[in-house]
């Protein structure tokens, strides 16, 4: 069932469950984004965790804000999923606050998603090899070597025998910072830079997957052709955890791209995530 909300504004007080280990998080935006939900999430082992909360008016003292209000959150470091992304620690018994009104995007990772009172995440969502209880290993996925085809081309579908743990599972996230899309005016600046790099991701991604890619009519952006909604979905909710920023249009996955990535470093990670999370789709199906 589609959740839905009753527009209105707020003028009474907010009731805020902290203490302890437990903290508060305030967020302001622009009336832009008036009843929209972002969504946080703590680094780490929890980070498949993601709760949000809905931005609304709220009326104080005789100011307008636009604000969301997360009245309980355990403490910790935690990523607020917009573009450009924010990171905030929440301390127990604190309130801690961040102003979003530069943003110019949110991410909705996925369904099912936890409100800001918290939720636990359905095993169903997961390959045969975690439910039950399996337990997942810390090690990362190793850094694998660089191959090369007959051609000199990186053979992206040659590279990995073997995958490590999905985060979403409680294994290690790909990367230890927030990959994400750069600014039209990166785009801009160096052309033929962004053009050779979304060129490799596709080959990449078309090789690692076997599906369609889609260029995206907004810069900075990498299309992925997905099976189905379901299979984007499950996708994204995979990714986002493994530290690639991911949007979706219908069942179209998009991931960043810039001028400056770099073939041994961005560029592989997002293939490398995208071969990880596919290779788990797979077995998710079975």
């Known amino acids: 069932m589609a959740e839905r909300y009753i527009d209105r504004v707020y003028t ?141 081309q990186v053979a992206w579908d040659e590279m990995w025998t073997g995958f490590c743990d999905l985060a979403l599972a409680g294994g290690p996230s790909h990367r230890g910072t927030l990959l994400e899309p750069v600014t039209p005016m990166e785009v801009q600046a160096d052309q033929a830079g962004y053009e050779r790099v979304v060129a490799e991701i596709e080959r990449g991604l078309r090789l690692v997957t076997g599906l369609p890619t889609v260029r995206s009519q907004a810069p900075g952006w990498v299309g992925l052709q997905c099976g189905d909604e379901e299979m984007a979905l499950w996708l994204l909710r995979a990714i986002v955890v493994e530290n690639v920023c991911v949007r979706r249009e219908g069942a179209t996955l998009f991931f960043p791209a810039g001028p400056h990535f770099r073939l041994d470093a961005e560029i592989k990670n997002v293939i490398t995530v995208v071969a990880k999370t596919n290779h788990y789709w797979k077995e998710h199906l079975a």
């Open 12 to 152: 009474e007080h907010v009731v805020l469950d902290i203490g302890e280990d437990i903290g508060s998080l305030v967020i302001y935006t622009s009336e832009k984004w008036r009843g929209k939900e972002i969504q946080v999430s703590l680094k780490g082992a929890d980070a498949a965790k993601l709760v949000h909360t809905a931005v609304w008016e709220r009326r104080f003292n005789g100011r307008v804000a636009y604000a969301g209000v997360y009245a309980a959150l355990p403490e910790g470091d935690y990523i607020i999923w917009t573009h450009p992304s924010k990171e905030v620690t929440i301390t127990g018994g604190q309130v801690a606050e961040v102003d979003l009104s530069a943003i110019c995007d949110i991410y909705i990772p996925f369904p099912n998603h936890a409100h800001a009172s918290g939720g636990a995440m359905s095993p169903d969502l997961l390959p045969p090899r975690y439910r039950n209880g399996g337990r997942v290993s810390a090690a990362p996925m190793g850094a694998a070597p660089m191959r090369y085809d007959a051609d000199g």
